[in-house]
């Protein structure tokens, strides 16, 4: 080989590993930034001891009530019991989309979970997801009982306190998706 193309050989070869480092420091980055939301979402919602849950009515408007969740799961799963002749329990019968807004303590940022809402009357499940103080709300248990299951699709998180502000001219605040 001759001289000039080893040198061009070594500079393209020189290029695509700088360009490997570079791209696996944007998914480090990017893994931290991630890693950065996720604590921090759970974190407010754990905190919040209600959230809003938004479903939609049959002429398609939103309808919002506050709830009071389970702390969300690994996987921000979360969980509510309703009584399952509410209105709620009929939307989301009718559409499964469904809207979490969980407001932080000190009123500096919110999360906001879009998801997939499954109703769940299993007796096992409706035993483990169950708050004593709710006795009052559910005399009858196993009739007046039951589950929402929400899976999430997407949230977005604000919060000042945690440093997450989204963008500066836009104001959209940094999302994640979820793979379900």
């Not at 980055?29 to 890693?35: A, N």
């Not at 309703?82 to 559409?95: H, L």
């Amino acid at each position: 080989m001759k001289p000039f193309n080893k040198y061009w050989y070594f500079i393209v070869l020189i290029f695509l590993l700088k360009s490997t480092n570079g791209f696996n420091q944007n998914s480090q980055i990017q893994d931290s930034t991630t890693i950065k939301l996720l604590s921090a979402a759970k974190e407010i919602m754990t905190a919040a001891k209600t959230c809003a849950l938004i479903t939609l009515d049959s002429q398609s408007a939103p309808r919002v009530r506050t709830m009071d969740p389970f702390v969300p799961e690994n996987d921000f799963t979360v969980w509510f019991g309703t009584n399952p002749k509410s209105r709620k329990v009929d939307q989301i019968k009718n559409n499964p989309k469904v809207t979490l807004y969980y407001l932080e303590p000190n009123s500096s940022g919110y999360v906001m979970l879009h998801g997939l809402a499954k109703l769940v009357n299993d007796e096992t499940e409706k035993e483990h997801r169950w708050k004593p103080e709710w006795e009052a709300f559910y005399p009858n248990k196993k009739e007046d009982y039951l589950l929402i299951k929400v899976s999430p699709l997407w949230l977005e998180v604000v919060s000042y306190s945690h440093g997450i502000v989204g963008d500066i001219e836009t104001w959209e605040p940094s999302s994640i998706f979820f793979n379900k």
